[in-house]
Structures are given as structure tokens and as C-alpha cells.
């Protein structure tokens, strides 16, 4: 795959600045055929550290609010200002289960690499997500899964690598389609292609959480793990 718009970006600061496998690769992928529109208002909701929003201010034109539960409003916003897309971006510090936004404020939602931390249920896409959204507002989500279901049946040789709290988390396509089959029009769930240069990408840094996943990949070898994207349109 070609990373035309990640590649025009300083591997230092990106280096720097990921909390696991590239954010700018994955939101490369997903956008590919999401319809996205100069001025439009866009959530970048489990942001991080920015990369993610400062992607959609530079490469789409979009204004974008950047909600982070772990990472300072500030801290965020300073990383703006280097990139010089502060105007762009609001950073806010807020939790993704009590969002400080009014109802269809929203043109579209985009998330990698953290809705599988709070969406993963029945309930948080219709309550928290679909009223912020405008009509036939947009989703693109990406987040790490599984080829197949392994909870409850966890492969010995991984079991030193997968928490209980990533286990909890991680799942497959078939488990998450019936989740956004009734929320979304033009649904679109695959495997990223992206999967193995964006892990390669955080590997490749010398962040300590990145040099205890190295072991992880290296032993999972393509067998169970994937990353998981979602894209569609809000029904009505």
C-alpha cells in the first residue's frame, strides 16, 4: 500500500508520538473511500497524542476536535502549535462516556486505535455516538482484533503476551458486524492491509511499551491478531 500522505510527515515526531501500531498509516487506509470535505466538523474521539487530528487538519481540511481521556488538552495542544494546525484542532480532555458535545454537531467520527476500549458493547454506539452525529453522518474506526474468537480458548504459546485486559477487548469481525449492521448504512468491515507496516512503523521506535510488543508480533507470526476497520453512514 501506498502512504503518500503518512510519508510527507517527520519520522521523528512520529516516532516521538505513537501509542501503538501508526495511527497515520491505519487513518490512511480507512479514509481511502470515506467522502471527508474541507470545513466539515470531525470527532477524533480516543485521540492520543494528535497524530490522528493533526492527519485530518493537514491532509482533509477538516475542523477537528481532538478528545483524549489520558493525554492533556495541553500537551495536545502544544503538539498543534509545533505542527502549526492549532487553528484547526480544538484539544479537549474529556471522557469518552460523558462527551461535552451537542446533539448532530458532528459531520463525522473517526477513532483508531481506542474504540475498543469503550465501544465494545451494545450500547455505546447508539447512545453516545449516533446522537452526536449528524444526519447520515459519517464513521471510520480502526482498532486492533482478532482473526477468530479466542476468549475462553486462549493458544498456550500466546497466553505470556495477551493481558486479561486486551483479551477483553480484542475480538473479530463477525463478533463487532452485528454492532454497527443497524446504526450503519454502506457498511464496509475488513482486515487493514496496513496491519503489518503499521506495526513494523511503532516497533521500530525505542518506546518501551513498542520494545515489549516486539515478542508479541514476532511470536503471533500472522496467526490471530489483526487490525480491524469499520466505515459506513449513519441510517436513519
Same mark, same amino acid.
Given at each position: 500500500?501506498?502512504?503518500?500522505?503518512?510519508?510527507?510527515?517527520?519520522?521523528?515526531?512520529?516516532?516521538?508520538?505513537?501509542?501503538?501500531?501508526?495511527?497515520?498509516?491505519?487513518?490512511?487506509?480507512?479514509?481511502?473511500?470515506?467522502?471527508?470535505?474541507?470545513?466539515?466538523?470531525?470527532?477524533?474521539?480516543?485521540?492520543?497524542?494528535?497524530?490522528?487530528?493533526?492527519?485530518?487538519?493537514?491532509?482533509?481540511?477538516?475542523?477537528?476536535?481532538?478528545?483524549?481521556?489520558?493525554?492533556?488538552?495541553?500537551?495536545?495542544?502544544?503538539?498543534?502549535?509545533?505542527?502549526?494546525?492549532?487553528?484547526?484542532?480544538?484539544?479537549?480532555?474529556?471522557?469518552?462516556?460523558?462527551?461535552?458535545?451537542?446533539?448532530?454537531?458532528?459531520?463525522?467520527?473517526?477513532?483508531?486505535?481506542?474504540?475498543?476500549?469503550?465501544?465494545?458493547?451494545?450500547?455505546? !454506539?447508539? =447512545?453516545?455516538?449516533?446522537?452526536? /452525529?449528524?444526519?447520515?453522518?459519517?464513521? @471510520? $474506526?480502526?482498532?486492533?482484533? #482478532?482473526?477468530?474468537?479466542?476468549?475462553?480458548?486462549?493458544?498456550?504459546?500466546?497466553?505470556?503476551?495477551?493481558?486479561?485486559?486486551?483479551?477483553?477487548?480484542?475480538?473479530?469481525?463477525?463478533?463487532?458486524?452485528?454492532?454497527?449492521?443497524?446504526?450503519?448504512?454502506?457498511?464496509?468491515?475488513?482486515?487493514?492491509?496496513? !496491519?503489518? =507496516?503499521?506495526?513494523?512503523?511503532? /516497533?521500530?521506535?525505542?518506546?518501551?511499551? @513498542? $520494545?515489549?510488543?516486539?515478542? #508479541?508480533?514476532?511470536?503471533?507470526?500472522?496467526?490471530?491478531?489483526?487490525?480491524?476497520?469499520?466505515?459506513?453512514?449513519?441510517?436513519?
Amino acid at each position: 500500500m501506498n502512504y503518500g500522505k503518512t510519508e510527507k510527515y517527520d519520522k521523528d515526531f512520529l516516532d516521538a508520538n505513537m501509542m501503538g501500531p501508526n495511527s497515520m498509516m491505519i487513518l490512511e487506509e480507512i479514509l481511502e473511500k470515506v467522502p471527508l470535505k474541507a470545513g466539515m466538523r470531525v470527532l477524533d474521539l480516543g485521540c492520543g497524542m494528535g497524530l490522528t487530528s493533526i492527519f485530518l487538519a493537514k491532509e482533509y481540511g477538516v475542523r477537528v476536535f481532538a478528545l483524549d481521556l489520558w493525554v492533556s488538552a495541553t500537551d495536545n495542544y502544544r503538539r498543534f502549535q509545533e505542527m502549526g494546525v492549532e487553528g484547526d484542532i480544538v484539544p479537549i480532555h474529556a471522557d469518552a462516556l460523558d462527551m461535552p458535545f451537542a446533539d448532530e454537531f458532528f459531520d463525522a467520527v473517526v477513532s483508531v486505535d481506542s474504540y475498543h476500549y469503550f465501544g465494545n458493547n451494545d450500547g455505546f !454506539f447508539p =447512545e453516545k455516538v449516533r446522537p452526536l /452525529l449528524k444526519k447520515n453522518g459519517m464513521i @471510520a $474506526i480502526a482498532f486492533p482484533g #482478532m482473526k477468530h474468537e479466542v476468549q475462553g480458548d486462549v493458544p498456550v504459546d500466546m497466553k505470556p503476551y495477551w493481558d486479561a485486559e486486551a483479551l477483553s477487548t480484542w475480538h473479530c469481525m463477525d463478533w463487532w458486524r452485528p454492532k454497527f449492521e443497524r446504526e450503519l448504512d454502506h457498511l464496509k468491515i475488513w482486515e487493514l492491509r496496513s !496491519f503489518h =507496516e503499521a506495526w513494523n512503523s511503532w /516497533l521500530g521506535t525505542d518506546n518501551p511499551y @513498542a $520494545i515489549n510488543d516486539r515478542e #508479541m508480533i514476532r511470536k503471533d507470526d500472522g496467526r490471530y491478531m489483526n487490525l480491524i476497520g469499520i466505515t459506513g453512514s449513519l441510517k436513519e
